[in-house]
């Protein structure tokens, strides 16, 4: 494995050179959570990442931050009891279970083993349905959309859906999203708000959010569970831990490092529109001078197989249709969304051992040779029915493969493999250098 971007004493010492700040300055440089005082001690806290620029916040989000505390709640208190949360387990009705159980922040606060999904519950024995994603560099993920107009490109341009958090963007922000977990039977598995509220006020950080929300906070149950899910976003927000920029590429966008052949030629082929075609999807360009997320956090059908190790998959009729749902209800009747997954960041990626959102690979080499075999080379990668046919696609109904893309490097045809087997190794080398924690001026660490 990679080295890993962030040790836990890494966060704790926030080693972050002070010249990457300038030099990521630009749109990430916004993204710091704002907090500003308005009207009689009532902290009106957002983060502008969930800005969206033509719209501004939406309605519920500003009632969600117009709330009042007695005192206003600093970032740096809010980012310590938001680490606090996420690290304990009381938190869980298994008593087990934290948010970092499943967001190992040893692992980019992706999933710590290699399994396709994590169990948890009161039992910990309920299965998940999906693989735990990277919480990493999720700052700039727009509110879910389904018209994404990129305002730095050619604005008529209506690209689609995009944006919101989880596989399927059912959820707008990051305070949205940690009540699923905290309530989900698959996952923390809490009866109700009353439960988690009483876990903190007896949890060794109470006196340390009574500082930062009011000495009366836990008098009011909806209040105080405000509070927990505005330090865990707040928490989330943080730069060092959450989007530091140290990566090899990182370095060398700065010019303070030098890629390796490998690496350039993975760079090339990852750029390529006529072999990888990454980029269209996963942009790794500096635009007006934000460093580049590796994601444009839109949907794409890419069909990836199904993946038995999951055991809602026993079910032969359950299919996980992304954005049309089971899990996400609201664009049930939108067919043309059946199969669509929002595009992750590729960030951190060689930290994972398992890829896409079934987590049906497990090898990064096999994640990029997907790209290149699935229309070359399916017989490796579906499973065959009596008779030696191919059952291509077969975690997506055939009535919804219109929806699957077909563009480079999906529009190859048998013998005409977009990538050779050394330009994957090459972009291996490449997605390597995304994982942060590189020592400017050091060697790279071997992997
Ligand atoms: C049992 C494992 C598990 C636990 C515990 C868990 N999560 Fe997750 N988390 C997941 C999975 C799986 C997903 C993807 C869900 C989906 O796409 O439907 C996810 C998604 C997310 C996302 C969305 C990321 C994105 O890319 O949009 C955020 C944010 C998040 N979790 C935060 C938390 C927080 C905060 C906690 C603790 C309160 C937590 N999670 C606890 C498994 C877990
Ligand atoms: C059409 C847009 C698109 C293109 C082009 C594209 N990707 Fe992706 N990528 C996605 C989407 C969408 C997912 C998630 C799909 C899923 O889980 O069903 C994904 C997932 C991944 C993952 C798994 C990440 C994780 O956290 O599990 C890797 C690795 C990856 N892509 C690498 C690449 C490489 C390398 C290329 C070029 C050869 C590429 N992608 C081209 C859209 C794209």
């Known amino acids: 494995m990679a080295v890993v971007g962030q040790s836990r004493d890494g966060i704790a010492g926030g080693a972050v050179d002070p010249r990457?700040?300038?030099?990521?300055?630009?749109?990430?440089?916004?993204?710091?959570?704002?907090?500003?005082?308005?009207?009689?001690?009532?902290?009106?806290?957002?983060?502008?990442?969930?800005?969206?620029?033509?719209?501004?916040?939406?309605?519920?989000?500003?009632?969600?931050?117009?709330?009042?505390?007695?005192?206003?709640?600093s970032v740096a208190a809010m980012t310590d009891l938001g680490r606090a949360l996420f690290l304990d387990t009381t938190l869980s009705a298994?008593?087990?279970?934290?948010?970092?159980?499943?967001?190992?922040?040893?692992?980019?606060?992706?999933?710590?083993?290699?399994?396709?999904?994590?169990?948890?519950?009161?039992?910990?024995?309920?299965?998940?349905?999906?693989?735990?994603?990277?919480?990493?560099?999720?700052?700039?993920?727009?509110?879910?959309?389904?018209?994404?107009?990129?305002?730095?490109?050619?604005?008529?341009?209506?690209?689609?859906?995009?944006?919101?958090?989880?596989?399927?963007?059912?959820?707008?922000?990051?305070?949205?999203?940690?009540?699923l977990p905290l309530f989900s039977p698959f996952e923390m598995g809490n009866a109700d708000v009353e439960t988690v509220v009483a876990k903190v006020r007896g949890a060794s950080y109470a006196a340390l959010f009574r500082d930062t929300f009011g000495a009366r906070v836990f008098d009011d149950t909806a209040r105080a569970f405000k509070g927990v899910l505005m330090a865990l976003e707040t928490y989330q927000q943080s730069p060092a831990e959450f989007y530091p920029y140290s990566s090899k590429y990182d370095a060398w966008l700065r010019g303070q490092a030098a890629l390796a052949p490998d690496e350039e030629r993975g760079r090339a082929a990852f750029n390529d529109r006529a072999k990888g075609n990454c980029a269209r999807c996963h942009p790794s360009a500096v635009r007006e001078g934000a460093f580049p997320q590796f994601t444009d956090f839109g949907y794409a059908a890419i069909g990836v197989p199904r993946n038995a190790a999951i055991p809602a998959n026993a079910e032969r009729r359950y299919f996980d249709l992304g954005l049309c749902g089971p899990w996400r209800t609201d664009l049930r009747d939108r067919l043309e969304y059946c199969?669509?997954?929002?595009?992750?960041?590729l960030r951190n990626v060689a930290t994972r051992r398992v890829f896409f959102h079934n987590g049906v690979v497990h090898r990064l080499e096999d994640a990029v040779r997907f790209y290149v075999e699935r229309d070359v080379r399916p017989q490796k990668w579906y499973p065959q029915a009596h008779g030696g046919t191919v059952r291509v696609f077969d975690d997506l109904p055939e009535k919804y493969w219109a929806n699957l893309d077909r563009q480079a490097p999906f529009d190859r045809q048998a013998g005409d493999a977009a990538l050779s087997e050394r330009d994957i190794s090459d972009i291996v080398a490449f997605l390597r250098m995304l994982t942060d924690g590189y020592q400017v001026g050091k060697a790279t660490p071997p992997h």
């Open 339 to 345: 199969g669509m997954f929002r595009t992750p960041s």
């Open 94 to 179: 298994s008593g087990k279970m934290a948010c970092a159980t499943c967001h190992s922040p040893g692992r980019a606060f992706g999933p710590p083993n290699d399994l396709a999904v994590q169990r948890g519950g009161g039992n910990l024995r309920h299965p998940g349905v999906r693989a735990v994603p990277s919480l990493m560099y999720t700052q700039n993920v727009p509110p879910f959309t389904e018209h994404y107009v990129d305002d730095e490109g050619d604005d008529s341009i209506d690209q689609g859906p995009a944006g919101g958090r989880t596989w399927d963007g059912r959820a707008q922000s990051a305070h949205d999203q940690a009540r």
């Open 20 to 73: 990457q700040h300038e030099l990521t300055a630009g749109p990430q440089g916004e993204n710091a959570v704002r907090i500003t005082a308005g009207g009689s001690g009532m902290a009106d806290v957002h983060a502008a990442a969930d800005v969206d620029r033509a719209t501004g916040l939406s309605a519920a989000d500003s009632a969600f931050y117009a709330d009042t505390f007695d005192t206003t709640p």
